[in-house]
């Protein structure tokens, strides 16, 4: 029997890890692509960068502004912010949901329509993402982090390997956008029955940010409690969206091949997240950036142990 909800424990996630072998390199290894941050907040494209260059990706891409980009540069220098191949995508931490009607204009830098056209490829399926009239190839589809102001991007379905990661908030407006009267309150009472409602809504699968944090994908949920409470921060979820997107980009052919595994690989990142957390200042108030810069030592201690 299938249980209603799973945990993965520290070895599950070591038997997930990717680990580069001596004959890999850094295009081999994994390459995320990374949309986050505004002109106005810069911050969370450092922190995403950031978080994503210490999970052990081959190569971060980083596409935004001019000040975030001298922002994200100055303190990752490893980061390439160039247009290139990706494996995976990080969209929308940092960046505003896309105004509605009547709603005043806001400053993206550009950042909308960046996100737009990648949600677009990761997407889409063999029937969108090929002309009908030719024999072309698909383009290559690669899984994505949908975070922040790219929920509102999002089309009507998506495949599961797109990762959705809102707080209660943002997934009480993403229902309420496909039609359910729900409120954060409601989300956060029940937030199992609203993450699988989300899924169904969408087609994608759905982490849902909280004290625990919920998975939903199409073989079932995870529930995972590993982080102390002092990691309620600003930027933390910009931290957890870049340990993700490492890890489909390490697995990005099979996140696309396999349903399940994004959501497991979410589960994972979830994690890593709170280990990293409890890691960086034992007992005590944690910053988003040092949770991200304890990352390494926790992934090495889990691949010592298995």
């Not at 986050?36 to 891409?61: D, E, H, K, N, S």
């Not at 979830?270 to 957390?277: E, T």
């Amino acid at each position: 029997m299938t249980p209603v909800v799973r945990r993965l424990e520290p070895a599950d996630v070591a038997a997930l890890w990717s680990v580069p072998g001596a004959t890999d390199h850094k295009y081999t290894r994994g390459v995320v692509g990374v949309v986050a941050g505004t002109p106005t907040f810069p911050g969370a494209a450092v922190l995403v960068t950031t978080a994503a260059v210490r999970t052990g990706p081959g190569m971060v891409r980083y596409g935004g502004p001019d000040d975030a980009t001298r922002a994200v540069l100055a303190a990752r220098p490893e980061v390439v912010p160039a247009a290139g191949r990706v494996q995976s995508w990080v969209l929308g931490p940092g960046v505003p949901a896309v105004p509605g009607p009547g709603d005043d204009p806001v400053d993206d830098g550009g950042q909308h329509e960046r996100a737009r056209a990648a949600l677009a490829a990761a997407a889409a399926t063999a029937a969108t993402a090929t002309d009908a009239t030719t024999t072309d190839a698909t383009p290559e589809r690669v899984p994505a982090v949908v975070d922040a102001g790219a929920l509102s991007l999002l089309p009507d379905r998506c495949p599961p390997s797109v990762v959705l990661t809102p707080h209660a908030g943002e997934l009480a407006t993403l229902l309420r956008a496909h039609g359910d009267d729900v409120t954060r309150t409601d989300v956060e009472a029940e937030p199992l029955r609203w993450a699988r409602r989300a899924h169904e809504a969408t087609g994608a699968t759905v982490l849902l940010k909280g004290s625990a944090t919920v998975v939903v994908g199409p073989e079932g949920a995870w529930s995972q409690a590993d982080a102390p409470a002092w990691l309620a921060t600003a930027g933390a979820g910009d931290v957890l969206a870049g340990i993700l997107g490492t890890l489909l980009a390490a697995h990005a052919e099979r996140v696309v091949r396999e349903p399940g595994l994004a959501a497991r690989l979410a589960a994972a990142a979830a994690v890593v997240h709170g280990l990293a957390a409890e890691r960086a200042n034992p007992g005590g108030p944690v910053a988003a950036l040092d949770v991200a810069d304890a990352v390494p030592g926790v992934v090495a201690e889990l691949l010592a142990a298995r």
